[in-house]
């Protein structure tokens, strides 16, 4: 039976058959650490979920993604190249931000619209809005987009309410510019945004999404960026004081229902089984909210860093019938989803330098993974230092570290540290101490042997990365914030409806 399970799944690749292609859900948490979820062994996290995606999917145990922080990482996900390649740098992008994700970069939505695809993006975007909307998902390969442009933090949240009944959101969020808004592809839906009644909106729009799109006899790409559990922590009425985390805990679980309302509509329009569904996070947790923070486990400090906890991040593969339930501990990227996703559609890759591999041997037999190597670039990343880190199979190299305001109140000083030059550099057995805690001595000869390969591994990518226009650089303009009644005054307060 395995033998004619994974024929039938050949000649689907090589689209000989008449079977339709499959289905792609790509779920994508904000500030989620290796440790929150129950699967992978917090004591207290409430996930039935993606808990069951894991038991009976394949969870990765060495799966990065590309930077600590936000924009640059959603960057990569969804065009298999390092942000520094297309302009994503330095840190985040903000709401009246003239730059954006390049419109000559191809995401994984415009390499799958050629075969038919229909697309859609719920969540969070950060890739930019830009002049007249040019940089948002509709503009990007998306037929369908409902959501928040940028991270839900990036607008005044003191006044608004989080939790029921009318529990304040924690904290101030950004001051001096427009509240958040909800967009509908290019339109403004409501202004600021209902946090409440937000969960919902994109459940029903998934959900209404994939089965239209059933209806249709159309493939589908749903890409869903969640704002959770980014800060401020919100849940609507299903999930506020469900969970035992507190706000980060409710937060999860909410999302979390989100997940088995998809997993519930796949079941219902019968394209379950033609389904991959995939699971990760954009970097780790905000250690820097302490309880509100996140958790990264057993691993070092958490987002803003370029040590394990800001990048090694919870993934989770699920296709019944295709994906043999277990753990991998292969390594693998967001890079390498695109490379994935177009492999089984059939689809063409994008005729530009990709960094990421193609990972259906491990998806389909649990097999060896393409990527020998991770390379870690910092929050802000540069031409002048290049890499900071780079994991070689087992070993981790350390040629810079830095803490980071994110991960500031962990006991863990090395977490808020300054910048340190180590050369040679630092080496960690990731295997034997994921935690790094324990640096090898440089002076045994095994390990001279490891310097070597990391030498020659670091000088072959770095001749090969150009440096894109960055997009940060380009400034602000405040008149580019979203205002859903752009004659009112004063700005950024009139900014309602």
């Not at 929050?379 to 994110?406: I, M």
């Amino acid at each position: 039976m395995g033998s004619s399970r994974f024929a039938f799944f050949g000649i689907l690749l090589l689209c000989t058959c008449s079977a339709s292609p499959p289905n792609f859900v790509l779920l994508f948490a904000d500030d989620l650490g290796f440790g929150d979820l129950g699967c992978y062994g917090h004591p207290s996290s409430l996930t039935p979920n993606l808990d069951r995606l894991a038991a009976e999917g394949l969870r990765f145990t060495d799966f990065y993604s590309t930077c600590p922080v936000c924009s640059p990482s959603r960057a990569s996900l969804l065009t298999g190249r390092y942000q520094t390649r297309s302009g994503i740098y330095p840190d985040v992008l903000y709401p009246g931000s003239i730059g954006g994700l390049p419109l000559n970069e191809t995401t994984i939505a415009e390499v799958l619209k050629p075969l038919g695809y229909a697309t859609a993006a719920i969540g969070k975007w950060h890739l930019g809005l830009g002049h007249n909307g040019m940089f948002l998902p509709t503009k990007q390969g998306f037929d369908h987009f409902l959501g928040i442009p940028y991270s839900h933090d990036m607008g005044p949240c003191k006044n608004l309410t989080c939790f029921p009944p009318d529990v304040k959101c924690y904290g101030l969020c950004d001051i001096n510019t427009v509240t958040v808004p909800l967009m509908q592809n290019e339109v403004i839906k409501q202004q600021p945004v209902n946090f409440l009644d937000l969960e919902r909106s994109y459940s029903d729009f998934a959900t209404n999404f994939i089965t239209t799109s059933v209806e249709k006899k159309q493939p589908f790409f749903l890409y869903y960026p969640s704002h959770h559990t980014h800060y401020p922590q919100y849940a609507g009425i299903g999930a506020a004081g469900r969970s035992l985390r507190g706000p980060f805990g409710d937060s999860l679980l909410e999302f979390d229902n989100t997940v088995g309302h998809l997993m519930a509509t796949l079941e219902r329009t019968g394209v379950i089984n033609n389904t991959l569904v995939f699971f990760t996070s954009d970097n780790g947790p905000e250690l820097m909210r302490m309880s509100r923070g996140g958790n990264a486990g057993p691993l070092k400090c958490g987002k803003g860093t370029t040590y394990e906890g800001g990048m090694r991040e919870p993934a989770i593969a699920y296709w019944p019938g295709i994906i043999k339930p277990g753990v991998t501990h292969e390594m693998a990227s967001t890079l390498d989803i695109l490379p994935t996703l177009a492999r089984l559609a059939g689809a063409e890759l994008p005729p530009v330098m990709l960094d990421g591999v193609d990972m259906t041997d491990i998806l389909v037999n649990q097999g060896k993974s393409k990527r020998e190597t991770v390379m870690f670039y910092p929050v802000n990343p540069s031409e002048d230092y290049g890499l900071f880190a780079l994991r070689l199979g087992k070993y981790k190299a350390h040629f810079y570290t830095q803490g980071a305001f994110h991960s500031s109140t962990t006991p863990d000083k090395d977490c808020s540290a300054l910048r340190e030059t180590h050369d040679p550099p630092l080496i960690f057995d990731l295997e034997a101490d994921p935690c790094e805690l324990y640096a090898l001595p440089v002076d045994e000869s095994d390990i001279q042997s490891v310097l070597q390969q990391v030498k020659t591994v670091k000088e072959q990518f770095e001749s090969s990365m150009v440096f894109g226009e960055s997009q940060m650089a380009k400034g602000k303009d405040p008149s580019l914030e979203p205002c859903c009644n752009p004659e009112c005054s004063p700005k950024p307060s009139c900014c309602h409806c």
